[in-house]
C-alpha cells in the first residue's frame, strides 16, 4: 500500500466488490486455479470489498427452506442439462447458451458446496433427495433450512480466509475507476470511502486498482418502498451504468408476500400450513377476512393459499379463474386502502355464512394428498407448520416475532432482479475485464425456477475464475502511465464528497423515499404504461436536481445515504427507462408484473377499478417478445440519459465435437476463444 495525499491505494489482481455466495465463491475458485498455475500464495493476489460482510441477500434473507436449484438427484427421476436449460429458457427472454451452462455447472458447483461444509440433507443411502419448486418440472430443489444462503457464503469465507484472502469491510463504493475509451475502455478499480473513519474524510477514501474487477454487490433491493431485501442493500449499479455497462431485463423484478416487521418470504410451509389471512385498520383494530368476498367456496380458497407455498412469486398467469396469484392482488388491494394483512398461524382460514368451515378432507386434491403425504393433518396451521417445518417457526423466534402467539404482518413486496448487466458465456461484461455474477448479472430471463439464483451466482463465479486465470493472468496491473489520471478521478471524487456537505442541498432521505415512492407505484407488480412514462419524467428530473443543488450531509449518517441517493436516482432512471420501452412494444403482463388495461382480461369481477367503478382489466403477454431481450445503456445524450435497444437471444452450441478434437482444444485453451 503507498499512501499519496492521504489516499489509501491498494493493488490486486482481482477484486471482488460483494461478499454474498456469488462473491466468495468466486474468490475460492479464483485461487484454486491460480494454485492449478502455479501462482503461490494466490490469497494476496485477490481482494473482497464490501459494504458489509454479515449484510445482503445471502446473508440476510430466506424463506421457509431456501432451496438451491441443481440437476436432479432423486435417483428415480431423471434429468439432463438440456432438459434443465429448457427449464430456464421456457418463458423466454433468457440466452440459451448461459442457461446450459447453468444446469452443466449446477452439479460441479453444488458438490463444491458440500465440500466446503454446507449441511445439504441425504438420505442413509446418501442420496441428496429433491422436491418441486416454482416453475420447476422436476424435484431439483434441495435445501440447508431457512438459511441455506447463509451457510453458504459463511462456508465459502472459511475458505477464503484459509487461502488469506484480504476482505475489507464497511467500504461504501462510491466510484468505479475508468480508463481509455470506446473500444479501449476498462475498469480498473474501486473508491470507496471507510465507514468507520469519516471523520477525517481524504483519510477514509480508499482507491483499489486491479487488472481484472467482479461486481458481485447485490440487486438494487432498497429501490423499492415495499421490500424484503435487507435494509441498506442498494447495491452499486447507478455506478456500474454510469462506466457504460449495459442494463438487460431491468423490467422483470420478480415479487411476492412477505413478513415486513422482519423481512422474510412467506413461501414455502407458511403457505402450505393454510394460516388465516386477515387485514386490520391501521391501529390494528376492525378485523376483516377479506379474502372470503371473493372466493365461491373454502375448499377453493384454503386452497389457494396453500398453492402460495410452491407458486409463491406473483404471477399474472395465474389469475384468472380464481387461481393463486389473485391473493397477491387482493392482499395488495387492503394494504392500497391503508389497511394491514397478517397471517394467523394460529387458526384456520375464516369463511362466511355460505362457507362450509375449514376441513382438509374437502381441500382440492393436490393440496390434500401433499398435506397427507407429509403427514400434515393436525388441527391448526401452527402445528401443521410445526410438524413439516421446525426451523421455519424458529427464525422468527430468533428475529423477536412468536408465531405461536402473534399473528404476521405481510405485504407484496421486491423480492428478486431477474435482470441485471449483460454478460457473455464466461460472464463477462461488455467492458473487458469487467465480469458480473449473482443478482448483478441479468441471465434469468423473465421467470426462472425457485432456487435457480444460488445456482447462477455459484456457476457465474466460477466461469469468471476461470476465465480470469487462464486468459488473463495472475499478475498485479501496472498503471503507471497513467497515475495523473487515477488521481484526477479521486480528487474529483473527494470534490463531490465535500459539496455533499452545502446545508442548502437536498435532503437524502426524502430523496431516497421519493425514489421507492416511485419505484413501488409505479415500476412494481402493477403498471401502467402513462404512469411509467410520468414517473420516468419524474425520475429525470430529480437527477438534474441532484446534480444542480447536491446535498444537505452534515453528518457520517447523511453522507453515505447521500452517495447512496446520488446513484440511486441514476438507478431509478435505467429501471423506468426499460419499463417505458418494453410497454411500448406491447409486452403485456409477464414475469411477476401485471399491466393494467381497459380492454384487457378481467381479474375478477369484484376486483373495481375505482377510477371507472368497472372490474379491474390486464394485458396478456405478448409472447413474441420472448425471444428477444431489452438493452439500456448510460447515454449523456439521451433525453432521459438511457437509450434502448432490443437484441435478439443467443443460441446454445449445436452437436458436440468427438472426444479427441475436445481434449485438444482444452489442452491448447481454445475454449476461452
Known amino acids: 500500500m503507498n499512501n499519496i495525499n492521504k489516499f489509501n491505494f491498494y493493488k490486486y489482481n482481482t477484486i471482488i466488490v460483494g461478499s454474498g455466495a456469488a462473491g466468495m465463491n468466486c474468490g475460492v475458485h479464483l485461487c484454486e486455479f491460480m494454485e492449478q498455475n502455479g501462482i503461490k500464495n494466490p490469497g494476496s493476489r485477490i481482494a473482497v470489498v464490501t459494504s458489509g460482510i454479515g449484510l445482503g441477500a445471502s446473508r440476510m434473507s430466506g424463506s421457509d427452506k431456501q432451496t438451491y436449484y441443481k440437476i436432479g438427484t432423486s435417483p428415480n427421476i431423471a434429468d439432463s442439462a438440456e432438459e434443465f436449460a429448457k427449464s430456464l429458457t421456457a418463458a423466454g427472454c433468457c440466452h440459451y447458451d448461459s442457461a446450459l451452462i447453468e444446469a452443466i455447472g449446477s452439479l460441479r458447483e453444488f458438490y463444491h458446496l458440500v465440500q466446503a461444509g454446507v449441511p445439504f440433507p441425504t438420505d442413509s443411502m446418501g442420496t441428496f433427495i429433491g422436491y418441486k419448486t416454482d416453475h420447476d418440472p422436476y424435484e431439483r430443489a434441495t435445501s440447508a433450512g431457512p438459511k441455506t444462503s447463509r451457510f453458504m457464503s459463511e462456508c465459502l469465507q472459511k475458505q477464503l480466509n484459509r487461502y488469506g484472502v484480504k476482505i475489507y469491510d464497511r467500504q461504501e463504493a462510491v466510484h468505479l475507476l475508468t480508463s481509455g ?11 470507496t470511502v471507510d465507514k468507520a473513519k469519516l471523520d477525517e474524510l481524504e483519510n477514509a477514501v480508499n482507491v483499489f486498482l486491479c487488472s481484472n474487477i467482479v461486481l458481485a454487490a447485490g440487486g438494487p433491493g432498497e429501490l423499492y418502498q415495499t421490500t424484503v431485501y435487507p435494509k441498506g442493500q442498494v447495491g452499486i449499479h447507478g455506478l456500474a451504468f454510469k462506466t457504460g455497462l449495459i442494463g438487460v431485463n431491468l423490467t422483470e423484478s420478480q415479487f411476492g408476500l412477505a413478513s415486513t416487521k422482519f423481512r422474510w418470504n412467506v413461501s414455502g410451509t407458511y403457505m402450505q400450513a393454510i394460516p388465516r389471512i386477515f387485514s386490520t385498520d391501521a391501529d390494528g383494530k376492525n378485523e376483516k377476512d377479506f379474502l372470503v368476498n371473493y372466493f365461491p367456496t373454502m375448499s377453493k380458497m384454503a386452497t389457494d393459499i396453500f398453492l402460495k407455498g410452491y407458486q409463491w412469486p406473483f404471477d399474472p398467469q395465474r389469475i384468472e379463474n380464481l387461481q393463486s396469484s389473485l391473493i397477491d392482488i387482493l392482499v395488495f388491494n387492503e394494504t392500497q386502502q391503508y389497511r394491514r394483512v397478517f397471517m394467523d398461524f394460529l387458526h384456520n382460514p375464516v369463511g362466511n355464512d355460505s362457507m362450509d368451515e375449514f376441513n382438509i378432507d374437502s381441500l382440492e386434491p393436490q393440496a390434500k394428498e401433499y398435506l397427507q403425504k407429509a403427514g400434515a393433518l393436525q388441527k391448526t396451521p401452527i402445528e401443521r407448520l410445526t410438524h413439516m417445518n421446525t426451523p421455519a417457526i424458529e427464525i422468527y423466534r430468533e428475529n423477536g416475532i412468536d408465531l405461536y402467539s402473534e399473528p404476521l404482518e405481510i405485504a407484496v413486496c421486491a423480492q428478486h432482479n431477474n435482470g441485471g448487466f449483460a454478460v457473455d458465456k464466461w460472464w463477462q461484461s461488455n467492458i473487458p475485464h469487467t465480469f458480473i455474477i449473482g443478482e448483478m448479472a441479468g441471465t434469468h430471463g423473465v421467470k426462472r425456477p425457485g432456487g435457480s439464483a444460488l445456482n447462477a451466482g455459484q456457476t457465474g463465479g466460477l466461469r469468471a475464475a476461470e476465465y480470469i486465470v487462464n486468459v488473463y493472468g495472475s499478475e498485479l496491473p501496472d498503471y503507471s502511465d497513467i497515475e495523473k489520471e487515477i488521481k484526477n478521478q479521486v480528487k474529483n471524487i473527494i470534490s463531490d464528497l465535500e459539496n455533499y456537505k452545502n446545508s442548502s442541498g437536498l435532503n437524502p432521505k426524502e430523496i431516497l423515499d421519493e425514489i421507492t415512492n416511485r419505484m413501488t407505484t409505479s415500476g ?26 447536491g446535498f444537505n450531509s452534515e453528518n457520517k449518517k447523511t453522507l453515505i445515504l447521500a452517495i447512496q441517493a446520488e446513484h440511486m436516482a441514476l438507478s431509478s432512471i435505467a429501471f423506468l427507462k426499460a419499463i417505458v420501452e418494453l410497454l411500448k412494444q406491447g409486452s403485456g403482463s409477464r414475469g411477476s408484473h ?5 380492454e384487457g382480461i378481467e381479474i375478477h369481477p369484484d ?3 375505482k377510477s371507472t367503478g368497472k372490474p379491474l382489466r390486464f394485458k396478456p403477454e405478448n409472447e413474441s417478445l420472448r425471444n428477444s431481450i431489452l438493452q439500456v445503456k448510460y447515454d449523456e445524450t439521451s433525453s432521459d440519459l438511457f437509450k434502448s435497444q432490443k437484441i435478439e437471444l443467443r443460441k446454445a452450441p449445436s452437436g458436440r465435437k468427438a472426444f479427441e478434437p475436445a481434449w485438444r482444444d482444452y489442452r491448447e485453451r481454445n475454449i476461452y476463444s
Open 181 to 191: 475509451k470506446g473500444q479501449e475502455k476498462r475498469i480498473i478499480g474501486i473508491i
Open 524 to 549: 412494481g407488480h402493477i403498471r401502467e404504461n402513462k404512469n411509467a412514462q410520468n414517473a420516468l419524467k419524474e425520475a429525470f428530473k430529480l437527477y438534474k436536481k441532484i446534480k444542480k443543488e
Open 594 to 598: 401485471l399491466v393494467l388495461e381497459n
Open 607 to 609: 376486483v373495481i377499478d
